[in-house]
Structure formats: C-alpha cells, structure tokens
C-alpha cells in the first residue's frame, strides 16, 4: 500500500473539498495569478481569498510569492500526484472487485443460458 502521512492526506483533501479552492487550483493549473485575480471570479474580498489560498498553501498545493504589495501563487502539484497515487491503490482495489464479480455474472448468465437450452 502506498505510505502517506495521515496529516498530509487530511490537509489535502480538505482543501480539495471546497469548490472555490477547486476552482482557484484549475486556473493555477493555467499559469501564475495574483491572489486578486485568483477572487475575481467568486466576487469575494481579497481576505476571502487569502484565507482559501492559505489553505491550499497548507496543503502543500500552492507557493505564494510576494512582489511588493501583491501576492501571487503557482500550483504545487506534487502533491496532487501523491494524492492520486493514495486514490490509485484504491482503484486498483475497486477494479479487481469488480472484475470477479463480472466474472461471476458471466458465469450465472452462461449457466442460466445452458440451462435453458438443454443440449441431446
């Protein structure tokens, strides 16, 4: 199984869970924004959106850099690999479940098919 820290997990999921900070991480995806430009379009005060940057900031997501008076941020996404990478065990595990059980209706319907048409 693929090791993470419990902590690290919580704070990146916590922060995926909010639309607004999934939606700031999709436009981070495109390029570098300030925190301003990051709030445009959520109509919400710079304070707002300071908060869910700091968030996602916490979560290893995003880097803040400062130049004077603005505060722009870039996506960090080694850390949604390493999220991805927890999710991938679990679709590994999902998948193998799934494929037996597919398996097995194959075998009733092939059964329930013979069954209906006795051969001799």
Same mark, same amino acid.
């Given at each position: 199984?693929?090791?993470?820290?419990? &902590?690290? @997990?919580?704070?990146?999921?916590? =922060?995926?869970?909010?639309?607004?900070? %999934?939606?700031?991480?999709? !436009? #981070? *995806?495109?390029?570098?924004?300030?925190?301003?430009?990051?709030?445009?379009?959520?109509?919400?005060?710079?304070?707002?959106?300071?908060?869910?940057?700091?968030?996602?900031?916490? &979560?290893? @997501?995003?880097?803040?850099?400062? =130049?004077?008076?603005?505060?722009?941020? %870039?996506?960090?996404?080694? !850390? #949604? *690999?390493?999220?991805?990478?927890?999710?991938?065990?679990?679709?590994?595990?999902?998948?193998?479940?799934?494929?037996?059980?597919?398996?097995?209706?194959?075998?009733?319907?092939? &059964?329930?098919?013979?069954?209906?048409?006795?051969?001799?």
């Amino acid at each position: 199984m693929v090791e993470h820290s419990p &902590a690290f @997990l919580d704070a990146v999921f916590h =922060a995926l869970a909010d639309s607004t900070r %999934r939606s700031m991480l999709h !436009r #981070l *995806a495109q390029g570098e924004q300030s925190v301003s430009e990051l709030a445009e379009p959520f109509a919400m005060s710079l304070a707002g959106a300071s908060k869910h940057v700091k968030v996602l900031e916490k &979560a290893g @997501l995003v880097r803040r850099r400062i =130049a004077g008076r603005m505060h722009y941020c %870039r996506l960090e996404a080694a !850390r #949604l *690999a390493e999220a991805q990478a927890w999710l991938r065990y679990y679709e590994r595990f999902w998948t193998r479940r799934l494929d037996t059980l597919e398996a097995l209706l194959e075998a009733e319907d092939q &059964a329930a098919s013979e069954g209906e048409n006795p051969k001799g």
